[in-house]
C-alpha cells in the first residue's frame, strides 16, 4: 500500500467521491477486508457492497490481498492501495487552475492555484517515474513561524525572497545541456487550526 497516491483520471475521482465508497476506502486502509465483512461495518447488503468494491477495483483504488475460504465459499479480501488519495486537478482538465494566467505574489487564490499546479505536476511525475520503474528526485521542507507582528511578518517575507532569489541566481545554468530544469514553490500563509473529521453517512 502507498503513503498517498493522486487520482489524475476523472472516472475514478467521481468514484472516489461517492460517500459510500468513500467509507469503504477509508475501511480498507485500516485492514483487509471482504464484502461480507464490510457489508456489517457500513449497514448495507453484501451484494451492494460487493458492487462498490468491484467499481473501486476497476478503477485501481482497491486491489486483491488474498483470499479466505468461508463455508462453501472463497471470499475475496480487499485492501485500498493508499492510506490517502489527492485528487490532481488534471481530472478537470478544462477548469484546472493555471497560476500563470494572474500572477500576484500576494494573492491567497493564486497560491492556491500553484498549489494545484504541484498536486497536478508531481503526480504526474510519480506516475511517470512509476512506470519507468524510477527514483523521482525531489525535495520539500514544511515548519510553522509565529510572528509577533505583521511587520515582522513583512520583513521575513522579504528576508525569504533575496535569500531565495540569491540561490536562485547562484545555481541556474539556463545554457548548460544536460541540466534538468526544476520548480521552486515557497509558500507563507496561516497555520489551519485542526478540525474534527465529520462522520460519513452510510
Do not use: C
Amino acid at each position: 500500500m502507498l503513503d498517498v497516491t493522486v487520482i489524475e483520471d476523472p472516472e475514478a475521482a467521481a468514484v472516489s467521491l461517492d460517500p459510500i465508497r468513500a467509507r469503504l476506502l477509508a475501511e480498507l486502509t485500516e485492514a483487509p477486508a471482504s464484502a461480507a465483512m464490510l457489508a456489517g461495518r457500513v449497514g448495507l447488503p453484501r451484494q451492494k457492497v460487493n458492487y462498490h468494491l468491484k467499481t473501486l477495483e476497476r478503477h485501481g483504488l482497491v486491489e486483491l490481498a488474498g483470499e479466505r475460504r468461508k463455508g462453501n465459499v472463497n471470499e475475496r479480501l480487499m485492501r485500498a492501495t493508499a492510506a490517502s488519495y489527492v485528487i490532481s486537478p488534471a481530472a478537470l482538465p478544462a477548469v484546472q487552475p493555471d497560476p500563470d494566467r494572474f500572477r500576484d505574489q500576494l494573492s491567497a487564490r493564486w497560491l492556491l492555484a500553484l498549489g494545484a499546479r504541484l498536486v497536478r505536476d508531481v503526480g504526474m511525475l510519480i506516475s511517470g517515474a512509476a512506470k519507468a520503474r524510477k527514483r523521482l528526485a525531489t525535495y520539500a521542507l514544511d515548519g510553522e513561524v509565529r510572528f509577533a507582528s505583521a511587520a515582522d511578518r513583512a520583513a521575513f517575507v522579504q528576508e525569504l525572497t533575496a535569500g531565495v532569489s540569491a540561490l536562485v541566481r547562484k545555481y541556474d545554468a539556463p545554457d548548460a545541456e544536460a541540466g534538468r530544469d526544476h520548480r521552486i514553490v515557497v509558500a507563507v500563509h496561516p497555520t489551519v487550526k485542526d478540525r474534527p473529521t465529520p462522520e460519513l453517512e452510510q
